[in-house]
């Protein structure tokens, strides 16, 4: 190995040694605008106080991509004096608050249609909250709350409510039957991250289904 080599090999070393070396003082975070910053907070492994590897803030940074209510993210590191550094964390915001419209027509040329809204962002916390009106000669609703890192960075909660109604046909003998379908549904879950790439629900779902014959 040429001199040359041993000393970019030296210098490339002691820079990474020195990089982890350096104590986080300060974390930083800007662009946002609804979003509090202490959910921001509370979904990062980067610490105040711990030391600085810049793998966990790139973990970090990744994850705060996946957001719905993030539209892009980077960071910088600033080296301040006593191997202490601050980390700024930028953060351009989606809007999240989104309608869910649709018109269609059944196969008896009825004239439907599904009117919603949800916000993905609800008071700046990363809550899902929505909810919409469906009317396809027959009323029906559904209302989801959605709270993955509500208690911590890894534990969530979700709940769901919905009334659903629709004209289904049944086929007996060679004869079609049409009935009134109707399913009444509650369900609770339970939400755990496990890292960047899996994630779990477990609950339980009650319901009741109607029939009524047209």
Known sequence: MSSKRILFFLFFS????????????DIAIEGLQKTKKQTIFKLLQTKIGSQLDSTTVTKDIVFIKRLALVSHSDFKVEFLKDNSCKIVIYIQENFTILPDINFWETIDNRFSYRLGVYDYNFLGRNITLGGFYQNNGFDS??????????????WGIAINHQNWKSEEPLFLNNQTANYLYNNISFEI??????????????????????????
Do not use: C, D, M, R
């Open 189 to 214: 879950l339970g939400l755990y991250q496990l890292n960047l790439s899996n994630k779990f629900s477990f609950g339980i779902n009650v319901f009741e289904e109607n029939y009524q014959f047209l």
């Open 141 to 154: 609703y559904g209302i989801n709350f959605n709270a993955p890192f509500l208690f911590s960075n890894k």
């Open 14 to 25: 002691f820079s990474l040694t020195s990089f982890g070396q350096h104590i986080i003082q």
